[in-house]
């Protein structure tokens, strides 16, 4: 079973910024198509940002693009999102993901989830 842990959540002021991190317990990191979802309650899961096997394509949300990024190590088996200039609109679980094929935007198409980090940002 693949495990994915997410850490890095927390609570940070509105135009601030934190990086999450995602870790994968296998060893076939490259193999999947990784990303990141959030959601808030009551709310259906939403894409916020993907990224290639190698890291060379990059998908992100209307609503966080210029403001996040997606990035991954293969060799660490991580991936990351740096958050920057925080709305409290970002506030949300944000969740780690992975599919081995095709574009990492729909939830029902993913195939490992993370446990989810909290991610808070005040006004």
């Known amino acids: 079973q693949v495990q994915l842990v997410e850490s890095g959540g927390g609570l940070v002021q509105a135009g601030g910024s934190l990086r999450l991190s995602c870790t994968a317990s296998?060893?076939?990191?490259?193999?999947?198509?990784m990303g990141w979802f959030r959601q808030t309650p009551g709310k259906e899961r939403e894409f916020v940002a993907s990224?290639?096997?190698?890291?060379?394509?990059?998908y992100y949300a209307d609503s966080v693009k210029g403001r996040f990024t997606i990035s991954r190590d293969n060799a660490k088996n991580t991936v990351e999102l740096q958050m920057n200039t925080l709305k409290p609109e970002d506030t949300a679980v944000y969740y780690c993901?992975?599919?081995?094929?095709?574009?990492?935007?729909?939830?029902?198409?993913?195939?490992?989830w993370g446990q989810g980090t909290q991610v808070t940002v005040s006004s």
């Open positions: 990224i290639s096997w190698g890291g060379s394509n990059t």
């Open positions: 296998v060893r076939t990191f490259s193999n999947f198509v």
């Open positions: 993901a992975a599919q081995y094929s095709g574009r990492l935007n729909d939830p029902s198409r993913v195939r490992y």
